[in-house]
């Protein structure tokens, strides 16, 4: 059973390129959640998406960052115009759903703004 | 607002003792409590978890407490060995599956 899958591993972007990170959850898990961890601090919950549903946002700013999660594919964490504050690493985690709540992460992507 | 705190950024044990990582939270409505740990350059890996109902789970090397009235939650590791060297978070779920974390703990245990 394949674990979380994430890709890129590694992303670098010039500042307004628009960078794409995608998520692949494990078989048979229906949620998806992005997070953002920053250099030295920890992890903040972005958005909880479950398939073709975005159930949480709260966590996102409100410009340039967008998620998706289609009913066919990968969920999709899209940032527009990235600005260096944007370069951190990003980790996705898939989840069965209740009642369980354990969360299984992806190895995350590390983003890099030039 | 940091909702669940780890005070203590970073912790060094001997090998073969008791490692403990504390963690509080201020939000009473958190109903399960995980613990990850961390490698460099690798996604959080669960550890163990409890229920809010509970007052403590015990699995193998690892006991994590819940002191509700206290909001406080503990990660006990023993006997401490060189492969838990690695950073550590604390996690709380809120109803309607909204997580938070805490800014992590890096355990060194030192051979």
């Given at each position: ?16 390129q628009e960078?794409?990170?995608r ?24 958005v ?21 999660f ?21 980790f996705?985690a ?20 030039l | ?44 890996t669960?550890?163990?978890?409890i ?8 699995d ?7 002191n ?10 023993v ?33």
């Amino acid at each position: 059973n394949a674990g979380v899958m994430q890709n890129p591993r590694h992303l670098v972007r010039r500042r307004g390129q628009e960078a794409r990170l995608r998520c692949s959850p494990m078989k048979g898990h229906s949620h998806v959640y992005w997070y953002r961890q920053l250099p030295e601090e920890g992890l903040k919950f972005m958005v909880y998406l479950q398939k073709e549903n975005i159930i949480d946002e709260s966590g996102m700013p409100k410009e340039r960052f967008s998620a998706e999660f289609p009913k066919e594919g990968p969920s999709i964490l899209r940032i527009q115009q990235v600005v260096r504050g944007d370069s951190a690493a990003y980790f996705c985690a898939s989840s069965p759903g209740t009642p369980v709540g354990t969360q299984y992460f992806g190895p995350g992507t590390r983003l890099t703004v030039l | 607002d940091q909702q669940v705190k780890q005070n203590s950024p970073s912790l060094s044990v001997q090998e073969g003792r008791i490692s403990i990582l504390n963690c509080d939270y201020t939000n009473s409505m958190f109903d399960y409590f995980l613990w990850y740990k961390k490698y460099p350059a690798e996604g959080p890996t669960f550890l163990i978890s409890i229920s809010s109902i509970k007052d403590k789970n015990e699995d193998g090397r690892f006991t994590v407490f819940l002191n509700k009235s206290a909001k406080h939650l503990s990660l006990h590791i023993v006997p401490s060995q060189p492969g838990d060297s690695a950073v550590y978070f604390c996690a709380a779920r809120r109803t309607g599956n909204q997580f938070y974390f805490g800014t992590g703990t890096s355990l060194t245990v030192i051979p």
